[in-house]
C-alpha cells in the first residue's frame, strides 16, 4: 500500500510509494509516483525529499526513518510544476524545476536559505521533465519540452550556458542521459575511453533518439532513431549498467515497455525486447545496479522486471495500491 504524505504543504495530495519501488540511478533517487502531474525525488544521500504539484510549488523535507518533516516551499512558476530534480552534491545543494509554464528554474541552498540562481525561459511550451547528467561530465541539465526542443544547461566557469535545438517534431516527453562511461569499459584492459556526453529522449512522435556531443562542433546531434513504439513515448531511461551492454527502457501510450541494448562490438546495433501491459504506461526507472527495472502505469500498479540468464525479461514483483 503506498503511504500517502498527508501533510505534504501541497493543495494537491501527494502518494509517496513504498520503500521497495524507490529506485535510484546514477545521481538521483526518484519515487514513481501515482499522478502525472506530481514528482517525489530524493537527494544523493536520501535525507532530503523534493516534491512538485500543479499548486505551482516545489516542496523541501527532511527525512529521518519513517518520518518527513517541511523545511522549505519554494515558489515562482506560473503553471504546474511537473519535475524536479536534485544535482549531484559536487556541485553544492542545487535542486532543477520544470513547468507547465514554459520555464526551468535552478535553486540553490546556502547558509540555510533556498534562492532561486537561474531562471531560463526559452522554451515556447511546457516543459516536462529536467535531467541532470552524470557529474563525471560536468554540471550539465537536460530539459524536454512539448515545444519539441530539447536544451541543455551547462554551469560553467561561474555562470549558465545554454545549447536549445528541436529534437521531436510534436513534443518531447522524455530524456535520460546515458553513463560516463561506455559499457564494459570497467572490465577492458585497453587505455580509459573518454567521457561520454549522451543522452535519449522519447516523444510524440512514437520515436526514441539518442544523442552524442561533437566535441568539435560544440553540438549535439542524434546518431540513432529508435522505432517500434506506436503512440507517443512517455518515458525514457537509460541503465546506469556498464559492465558489458547498455540498455535504454521506453514506456509508450501504447501500452508497452521496450527495452533496447546494445553491445561495444555492435555500439550502433539495438535491440529491442517488447513487454505488454494491460493500461498506458507512465514511467520507467532502473535501479542503480541496472539490472531492475520498475515501470508505472495507468492501472496504479509498479512491476518490477529482471533479465533471467537466458535473456528474457521476466516480472518478479507487482505491487498494486
Known amino acids: 500500500m503506498a503511504q500517502v504524505i498527508s501533510n505534504s ?25 501515482i499522478f502525472l502531474q506530481h514528482d517525489a525525488v530524493l537527494d544523493y544521500y536520501g535525507r532530503r525529499l523534493a516534491t512538485c504539484s500543479s499548486d505551482r510549488t516545489i516542496k523541501i523535507f527532511e527525512v529521518e526513518g519513517e518520518s518527513h518533516r517541511l523545511t522549505e516551499t519554494l515558489k515562482g ?20 524545476s520544470a513547468s507547465y509554464d514554459g520555464k526551468v528554474f ?11 540562481v537561474f531562471d531560463f525561459a526559452l522554451h515556447t511550451a511546457s516543459v516536462n521533465i529536467v535531467s541532470w547528467s552524470p557529474h563525471e561530465t560536468g554540471c550539465l541539465l537536460a530539459c524536454a519540452s512539448s515545444d519539441g526542443a530539447v536544451s541543455i544547461l551547462e554551469f560553467k566557469d561561474n555562470s549558465w550556458e545554454h545549447k536549445i535545438f528541436p529534437a521531436h517534431g510534436l513534443g518531447a516527453n522524455a530524456v535520460s542521459w546515458a553513463p560516463a562511461s561506455a559499457p564494459g569499459s570497467l572490465v577492458s584492459s585497453a587505455a580509459p575511453a573518454a567521457t561520454l556526453r549522451r543522452f535519449v ?40 549498467s556498464i559492465l558489458s551492454k547498455s540498455y535504454i527502457a521506453s514506456a509508450s501510450q501504447d501500452k508497452t515497455v521496450r527495452i533496447w541494448t546494445s553491445d561495444p562490438a555492435h555500439p550502433h546495433e539495438w535491440k529491442s525486447t517488447v513487454l505488454t501491459f494491460d493500461a498506458v504506461l507512465w514511467r520507467v526507472s532502473w535501479s542503480l545496479s541496472g539490472n531492475v527495472l520498475a515501470v508505472s502505469g495507468g492501472d496504479n500498479k509498479v512491476s518490477l522486471w529482471k533479465e533471467n540468464l537466458k535473456g528474457e525479461w521476466e516480472c518478479v514483483k507487482t505491487i498494486e495500491e
Do not use: F
Open 9 to 33: 504543504g501541497h493543495d494537491d495530495m501527494i502518494v509517496r510509494p513504498p520503500t521497495s519501488i524507490v529506485l535510484t540511478s546514477t545521481l538521483r533517487a526518484r519515487v514513481l509516483t
Open 201 to 240: 529522449t522519447g516523444g510524440s512522435d512514437n520515436l526514441v533518439k539518442i544523442w552524442d556531443w561533437n566535441p568539435e562542433l560544440k553540438s549535439y546531434a542524434p546518431s540513432e532513431t529508435l522505432t517500434g513504439h506506436t503512440d507517443w513515448v512517455r518515458d525514457v531511461s537509460w541503465s546506469p
Open 106 to 116: 535552478i535553486w540553490r541552498e546556502q547558509g540555510g536559505q533556498w534562492q532561486k
Open 77 to 96: 512558476h506560473d503553471g504546474a510544476v511537473w519535475c524536479v530534480a536534485w544535482a549531484h552534491p559536487k556541485y553544492g545543494n542545487i535542486l532543477a
